[in-house]
């Protein structure tokens, strides 16, 4: 008896998809967001260090932003706009909500970031302990492994029980931080990732212990960090999970960097949807232009988002049964950008 297809592996026209941007595309939106304080608003923040603009003035920064990400990305936002996708300026996280209630398929582009575990962060240091003296999980197990290593004696309740709350808190972040440090580097530096060999790290030392996964294994234990911008603030990947309607049954297309972080815990609370991740950093006009180029092709044929995901990356089949290279079925969003410099 053959089952049917899950909903997100069936075709999709361009007016059953949504763009939710989080990011700043206008003046207005850059520079409120570069007024608030980094804890607040990071991406902005973010690009004026990356570019070495800390001593410029804000419209400055904005001008730079405007040429070298702004335009471009408006310029596909216009783009798939006319082909009938929803596209969503200045996204908050309930705007997320509503755009997964009513579209088949939805594109989050928004900034992700990493945030270092600190002893305030430490919610409850003794039950953290308590739970690792018998692990329950793969994962847990994982992280007493590494701590055995890092720290062996913390693992003892003669040791731990004595010490005082911040002290104690203090140098569980100091270890857990350790581990954390290990595992995400392997997401933001290249050069790391490519040396990388599982089977050379240190017992524990993982590639999936990052901060997201220390929260999960040890719920009430750790403070979930804010970790994805929206408009509305930055937000944790608890109140990103929320924010997914639990019967949604689509496709979430995270382009977010090192968004296979979030997307690990997003289906396994939502299991009826398909998340789409990546590692490693999403830069802002590659991943647009790919977006204009995946919209393009399903103007052209309808099919499932996660081929025309595939697609698009690979250049092919579908570009060279349509006519050629992608820039000649996107042609017109080249002239687009043209005519607005």
Not at 57 to 70: L, P
Not at 111 to 116: I, K, N, Q, T
Request: glycine fraction near 6%; hydrophobic fraction near 40%; aromatic fraction near 8%.
């Amino acid at each position: 008896m053959m089952r049917n297809p899950h909903p997100s592996l069936l075709p999709v026209s361009p007016n059953e998809c949504a763009l939710a941007v989080a990011i700043p595309l206008t003046r207005e939106q850059f520079l409120a967001d570069l007024s608030q304080l980094s804890g607040e608003k990071d991406f902005v923040h973010h690009f004026r260090t990356e570019k070495g603009l800390q001593k410029a003035n804000a419209e400055f920064c904005w001008e730079v932003y405007e040429d070298d990400e702004a335009i471009f990305a408006k310029a596909v936002c216009d783009k798939v706009e006319r082909l009938a996708v929803t596209v969503c300026y200045d996204a908050r996280l309930d705007n997320l909500t509503d755009l997964l209630n009513r579209f088949r398929v939805v594109t989050l582009v928004t900034h992700g970031l990493f945030v270092p575990i600190e002893g305030e962060a430490i919610l409850d240091a003794p039950k953290l302990l308590e739970l690792l003296q018998s692990p329950q999980s793969q994962v847990q197990q994982s992280i007493r492994n590494a701590l055995e290593i890092l720290d062996s004696p913390l693992l003892r309740r003669e040791i731990f029980a004595p010490l005082s709350g911040a002290e104690l808190r203090n140098r569980i972040a100091e270890e857990i931080s350790t581990i954390c440090n290990e595992a995400e580097r392997l997401y933001w530096d290249d050069a790391a990732s490519q040396c990388f060999k599982l089977e050379q790290m240190l017992d524990g030392l993982s590639i999936r212990l990052t901060r997201v996964e220390f929260e999960r294994s040890f719920p009430g234990c750790i403070a979930p960090a804010r970790v994805v911008e929206f408009c509305d603030g930055l937000h944790t990947v608890p109140e990103l999970i929320e924010s997914v309607p639990e019967d949604f049954a689509g496709l979430l297309d995270l382009t977010v960097c090192n968004s296979v972080i979030p997307a690990g815990p997003i289906r396994l609370s939502r299991p009826n949807c398909l998340v789409a991740g990546k590692r490693g950093r999403a830069e802002l006009r590659s991943g647009m232009y790919l977006y204009g180029l995946e919209i393009s092709l399903l103007a052209k044929q309808p099919m499932p988002f996660v081929e025309v995901i595939k697609q698009a990356h690979l250049g092919k089949p579908a570009c060279q049964t349509k006519g050629g290279q992608p820039c000649n079925l996107f042609g017109s969003f080249f002239n687009n950008i043209q005519g607005r410099r």
